[in-house]
């Protein structure tokens, strides 16, 4: 169908490793994007060494921004906390910069790739589907959803219900002189976490080589006040040293993503798949996202590989994803925790901070994906 076999709606970490590994397949897809790259995409850019390895960058090799960590921070109601690993284990990039890159490795192994064309319409055809976009209609067999939460294959396919939960953040990202990186010393060696006292969100304060991203990511909601939580962290980071009082911050941005904790999205169907953010699949409670964007994406090309070319059903897909990812719908457990009282779940966040087993394993480990690398 007019030369390609898949169209691939959204050119993030999951749309073109996705992309790429189709083509790596010997497929033809094509990738639209309402961008044109390298485009702003502000994001704190914690990278695990689990998704270094699945999109297959060697973090050594890496050509752009990145910095190692070998330590982590949390705060909690004024109790600090660190915790080290022997070994890298995370990294910090400019998804700017990672984005192009990984776009520019799927459009080198063969992939069609249309910047600036913002799709408006999906729908279903007699022989496949039919993407509208702003640089032209095109048809494939198939399309992939990698646009984010508000991806436009999944509003076409995905039965997206209004009783997602959605988070919201604002995000500020500096590039600094040399001079100041080389003063705030140690303070720049490691990323700190501030859970905010309502346990609704957390705020970060995020170095990368040269770079600083902080913000703050909430529950959306009635009591959400992010421009307010916003400010009581860039005060409390200026009192504290970590911000300069002369040092001026590059404007906050805004973006959403949707936690799959209830009316998850159906991921896969007949002659779709979505991934990444657009299947909800960011970490709950940290909003971690590229690893499972990276991750979903590879795991959507080889469905849709075997779909093309064997008839395998697409259905799974989402099969696999709700075996490593979970349904997205509470159990059990999560329920009776959703009804503790504040204060008994501000007691229960202090003792998990404050054990260092449980903050390595539990938190960092499980809820961030923070963990060394294997040997």
Known sequence: ????????VGGGPGGSTAAWQLARAGLRPLLLDAAVFPRVKVCAGWVTPEAMADVDVDPAKYPLTIQAFSACRFEFE?????TRWRTPASYGIVRREFDHYLLDRARAAGTDVREGARVTAVSREAQGVRVVSERGVFEAAVVIGAGGHRCPVARAFGEVSGREEVVVAQESETRLPSDRVEALGALFEAPELYVEHDLAGYGWYFPKADVLNIGIGCVAGPNADLPGRRDALVQALRAS????ADFPLEPFRGHAYVVRRRAPRRLAGDRFCLVGDAAGLARDLSGEGIGPAIRSGLLAAEAVEAHLRRGTNLASYGTEIVRRYGSGEAGWLGRQLAKLPDACARILVRAALR?????RHVVLGRIFGMREAAS
């Open 1 to 8: 169908m007019a030369g390609h076999d898949v169209i691939v």
């Open 78 to 82: 004024g109790a600090r906390h660190e």
């Open 241 to 244: 040293g970590r911000l300069p």
């Open 355 to 359: 054990t260092g087993a449980t903050r």
